[in-house]
């Protein structure tokens, strides 16, 4: 039973234009939301995150949004950089316990 | 502040054989978490430890996967006999858990990619 989807297994953007990755979730009782950055042969590391009780979240060239209503988020990149090349994962946890359950993934390929 | 670390880095085995990850979380961090990748897919958590105790272990396949902490700080996790379907990246985390509306998510250790022929 995945509770959290990423339904773009990749995506590939210019340099300098903006990356959106989506995320969509079953289930409306997670309080958190997270993203994570993973590069080949490292664990992942953790981007940013959002709470349940927000529907947006900046840090730098990073924002998450939140619509809880759609059970939607996206995670949006500006400007896109080559470092930004990697797998992104989306996870969601509860507030009781903090185990996260994540997508399979969105692999961004930054071009020059 | 030192990382998650984690050992070996890569492992071939045979199958049926056995196989053991070691994992030195950041000090200080209670809960720890052992995750599975398979290729193509997110982590999927194993188990979940509280300090020296199991939180939850209801993902992991107890016929022949194990886990301990030894004295709330290292763990390792083990697979006897391991199956074709176990190959996959292993990943140790680390958290300090969360406070209110607040959550500081994990630190992921590298991970132990195991490979079964």
């Known amino acids: 039973d995945q509770q959290v989807k990423q339904n773009s297994p990749s995506l590939s953007v210019q340099e300098g234009?903006?990356?959106?990755?989506?995320?969509?979730?079953?289930?409306?009782?997670?309080?958190?939301?997270?993203?994570?950055?993973?590069?080949?042969?490292?664990?992942?590391?953790?981007?940013?995150?959002?709470?349940?009780?927000?529907?947006?979240?900046?840090?730098?060239?990073?924002t998450v949004f939140l619509n809880k209503?759609?059970?939607h988020l996206s995670l949006h990149i500006v400007p896109s950089q080559p470092g930004d090349s990697?797998?992104?994962f989306c996870a969601a946890s509860f507030i009781n316990d903090y185990k996260l359950s994540f997508g399979a993934g969105t692999t961004v390929t930054v071009r020059a | 502040e030192a990382g998650v670390a984690q050992?070996?880095?890569?492992?071939?085995?045979?199958?049926?054989?056995?196989?053991?990850f070691w994992c030195n979380p950041i000090s200080g961090h209670?809960?720890?978490?052992?995750?599975?990748?398979?290729l193509g897919q997110g982590p999927k958590l194993l188990i979940q430890?509280?300090?020296?105790?199991?939180?939850?272990?209801?993902?992991?396949?107890?016929?022949?996967f194990s886990a301990e902490r030894l004295k709330g700080v290292d763990s390792t996790l083990k697979i006897q006999p391991a199956k074709l379907e176990d190959s996959a990246v292993y990943l140790c985390a680390?958290?300090?858990?969360?406070?209110?509306?607040f959550f500081y998510g994990y630190t992921f250790g590298s991970g132990t990619r195991l490979t079964v022929v």
């Open chain 1, 17 to 62: 234009r903006i990356s959106i990755l989506n995320c969509d979730y079953t289930n409306s009782m997670f309080d958190y939301f997270l993203w994570y950055k993973k590069y080949p042969a490292e664990g992942p590391t953790f981007l940013i995150s959002i709470s349940s009780i927000k529907d947006k979240n900046e840090d730098g060239r990073f």
């Open chain 1, 86 to 88: 990697a797998v992104y």
């Open chain 2, 7 to 20: 050992s070996p880095r890569y492992k071939i085995i045979e199958k049926r054989q056995s196989v053991a």
């Open chain 2, 94 to 101: 680390s958290s300090l858990g969360g406070t209110g509306e």
């Open chain 2, 30 to 38: 209670a809960t720890l978490y052992w995750y599975q990748q398979i």
């Open chain 2, 49 to 64: 430890f509280q300090n020296n105790g199991v939180v939850d272990d209801s993902q992991l396949p107890k016929d022949r």
């Open chain 1, 69 to 71: 209503s759609a059970k």
